[in-house]
């Protein structure tokens, strides 16, 4: 078969734009540091990446949860420090009008020092974090202390009632959670989600200021509550009749569930001990999926930039043999 300088020409200029598709598409690669840039020109690695990529959105998303709950637990932890600080000012307060050498206008003083700092505690229940009430449990939006008639109520319900049902409400509420996806790998039982894989956020303040009440051997209603307790003490001190007998019981259950206090501040700082760790967890997830993704989706800079320079030199040797094709004219074959 005769070999004709246009077989030659168009076989030439072929191999020529394969040779120049192959630089342009070293050229971009170098210029961009990616390996592909669409899926088809390399599936496996595509899919790769994509899932790699999914994974790194996921821990992009557990890095704001962790930093929204963590903001929230410091905002709880610095009203219940607040409420802390007023009940102990309390005790002091009262220690000094139990004084047997008090009398009843300076009672009545630190019986005023009480209803203030009993306001000072409910503005602090009463807190917000953005939008969101810090002890209200899972309402947003429902503000969760109120006075009625000087009676306090927790979500409408009052705090010192003895029906069963309302005591049963507010247990329930004092119980309430707000789980949050932190990384944990969330799973579920069937249609009970597994507790263990989530984070409870929740900060319920009737669970430690108390609730319901009861009757002593003496026949003394006495309150659970904190805010409700502060007020039977003032009350006493405020009576013309004081006595240690009478406020004592009061006294004794204050002292007990104020420790309650304590307690929630220090299951805070563990909560937030954990956040710490989940963000280290976190962001060592983050930097080994940002390597992998690296190492699936882009080039070694040199390595690129060695294999587009041989390129170049090949098409460039190519467009120097391409002279000696195309010089070739049917007189020379002809010969």
């Known amino acids: 078969m005769r070999i004709t300088t246009s077989m030659m020409s168009n076989k030439y200029i072929k191999n020529l734009n394969k040779s120049a598709n192959e630089m342009n598409y070293l050229n971009e690669q170098v210029t961009t540091g990616r390996k592909f840039m669409k899926g088809s020109e390399d599936p496996v690695s595509a899919i790769k990446a994509y899932k790699l990529r999914r994974e790194y959105r996921s821990t992009e998303m557990y890095d704001t949860n962790i930093s929204d709950v963590d903001s929230f637990l410091t905002s709880a932890e610095t009203n219940l420090m607040e409420i802390s600080n007023n009940l102990e000012t309390v005790y002091t307060s009262y220690l000094k009008g139990v004084n047997g050498t008090m009398k009843l206008e300076d009672r009545e003083i630190i019986g005023k020092e009480l209803e203030n700092l009993q306001n000072s505690i409910l503005t602090s229940l009463n807190a917000k974090f953005e939008d969101r009430y810090v002890f209200g449990g899972t309402s947003k939006d429902e503000i969760p202390f109120t006075l009625v008639n000087g009676e306090l109520h927790f979500k409408g319900i009052n705090v010192n009632t003895t029906d069963s049902d309302e005591l049963d409400q507010l247990k329930l509420l004092s119980e309430e959670v707000i789980n949050i996806d932190l990384g944990l790998g969330m799973t579920f039982n069937g249609n009970d989600l597994n507790e263990d894989t989530v984070f409870d956020m929740s900060m319920s303040g009737i669970k430690f200021m108390g609730y319901g009440s009861y009757t002593d051997g003496d026949g003394n209603e006495i309150p659970n509550n904190l805010y409700s307790l502060i007020g039977k003490i003032k009350e006493e001190l405020e009576s013309p009749d004081f006595s240690m007998e009478k406020i004592s019981p009061y006294i004794k ?53 060695v294999d587009f320079k041989m390129q170049e030199y090949s098409y460039n040797a190519a467009l120097s043999m391409g002279n000696k094709i195309l010089q070739n004219s049917f007189i020379d074959f002809m010969r």
């Open 253 to 305: 259950e204050y002292e007990t569930q104020k420790k309650e206090v304590l307690v929630n501040v220090t299951d805070i700082g563990a909560k937030t001990n954990y956040l710490d760790f989940l963000k280290l967890r976190n962001e060592d997830n983050q930097f080994n999926l940002n390597e992998k993704i690296l190492d699936v989706e882009y080039v070694d800079k040199a390595e690129a930039i």
